[in-house]
């Protein structure tokens, strides 16, 4: 299954997000404006950006970014997204961003007066504190009603993190995830759940799988995802709940027992505390003939 989504912050700041996690490559294009600062940050797997009708084009990593600026002509997004990949993308208008740096303009060095009407590429590593913007930008859990705030914060915060010079760990809400390790230790705690996610361990089990003591496990797992391990955990079933659904290949009871429901009554009560409907409504919404 793949996702595009467009997040407009403000009229000259945009934030693009491409979720792609089926078996085969995604491709989009998409027309950007000269003038405009491209930021591009690889989350998972890796993406390519293709230019002038695929002569020439620029691979995005896992845990690398790209900034592309060219004051002199549009750069157009044509990005092909491979399998199980992830990536976002914040687009942001000189002018608002030379705003931003006004008094710290020769130190952006596509800024100074040297480089302002040149063009300029920048690949670089993805920081600790970056990624966990990047993965609190993919696993937003809050109130709808304040979603554009949380991205347009989150948006500011990732450009301050890509341009701060040494990374401060006074800087961090939460000091121990200033240590990569811990961090991979929090991803593995992730992916441990979701492997066993019909049969989760419990928590302490968890945090002695991964070595983490836990409170780290717990404070880690809400600053990383935004949400406690078992509430991560909830969201994530039933999403993955209702993408079986959509494949027509499982009944309502079969999707249930997959997830780790061993009564339908419990799974259709969770479905419906998450999407407020019924596994069954759901069905015959996506399949009127059902």
């Not at 407009?8 to 294009?29: G, V």
């Not at 491979?82 to 303009?105: G, M, Q, R, Y």
């Not at 996610?197 to 797992?221: C, H, I, R, T, Y």
Request: aromatic share 14%; proline share 4%.
């Amino acid at each position: 299954m793949s996702s595009y989504e467009t997040i407009t912050i403000e009229d000259d700041f945009t934030l693009l997000r491409f979720q792609n996690d089926s078996s085969e490559a995604y491709s989009l294009q998409r027309e950007i404006g000269s003038g405009l600062i491209q930021f591009h940050f690889g989350i998972k797997g890796k993406a390519k950006f293709i230019f002038n009708q695929g002569n020439y084009a620029l691979e995005l990593k896992e845990e690398k970014s790209l900034l592309l600026y060219n004051p002199q002509k549009e750069l157009p997004l044509n990005l092909e997204v491979a399998a199980n990949s992830w990536v976002i993308s914040v687009i942001v208008s000189i002018k608002k961003f030379h705003a931003l740096f006004s008094t710290e303009a020769d130190y952006i060095p596509f800024l100074s007066a040297d480089n302002k009407d040149k063009k300029y590429y920048n690949e670089g590593n993805i920081s600790p504190s970056m990624a966990i913007v990047l993965s609190q930008l993919f696993h937003y859990s809050l109130n709808p009603s304040i979603k554009n705030l949380y991205y347009k914060g989150k948006g500011y915060e990732l450009l301050s993190l890509y341009f701060n010079r040494t990374e401060d760990p006074n800087a961090e809400q939460c000091p121990f995830l200033i240590d990569e390790e811990n961090v991979l230790k929090i991803k593995k705690a992730k992916e441990i759940i979701i492997a066993n996610m019909s049969e989760p361990p419990g928590l302490q089990e968890l945090a002695d799988q991964v070595g983490l003591n836990l409170k780290k496990l717990k404070m880690g797992f809400k600053q990383i995802y935004g949400d406690t391990v078992y509430g991560f955990l909830f969201d994530y079933k039933m999403d993955f709940a209702r993408k079986l659904l959509d494949s027509g290949s499982y009944n309502v009871n079969e999707v249930g027992l997959k997830i780790g429901y061993s009564t339908g009554s419990h799974f259709i009560a969770a479905f419906k505390k998450k999407f407020a409907t019924t596994p069954k409504k759901y069905l015959m919404s996506i399949n009127p003939n059902t």
